[in-house]
């Protein structure tokens, strides 16, 4: 099963485990702003968002992924995610599904309004 990394809880899980080393940055301070990112959003819906690909996601956790952790922080995980080449993931596929989540779960927060 290919996962998003939508959460930096889990990529620091990860990476803390000693599995992946961290690559390096993208662009200057692009690990500051995942970490940032990381802390608006619960370990809890971090870890659903993760399982996202063939799994639903709450629509609690919809609300704070939209409302909390926003668009922009959303495709920064997808691209950190993308970036672990010991994951060996289709890139093209997790971009998919991540608009795919990401659209789903705006359709989500709305209905919560």
């Known amino acids: 099963m290919v996962a998003l990394l939508s959460s930096t809880i889990a990529a620091s899980m990860i ?4 599995e992946f080393a961290i690559p390096p940055k993208p662009e ?6 995942v970490k940032q990112c990381s802390m608006k959003i619960s370990d809890q819906c971090g ?8 799994e639903d996601i709450s629509k609690q956790c919809c609300v704070e992924l939209v409302h909390g952790m ?3 922080c959303h495709d920064d995980f997808l691209r950190f995610y993308v ?6 993931v289709d890139a093209t596929h997790v971009y998919t599904r991540g608009i795919q989540v ?3 779960c705006v359709r989500e927060a709305a209905s919560n309004i």
């Open 28 to 33: 200057p301070g692009f690990y500051k702003t």
């Open 83 to 88: 970036s672990l080449p010991e994951l060996g």
């Open 15 to 18: 990476v803390a485990a000693g």
């Open 70 to 72: 926003g668009k922009l």
């Open 47 to 54: 870890r659903t968002i993760v399982e996202a690909v063939l």
């Open 102 to 104: 990401w659209n789903n």
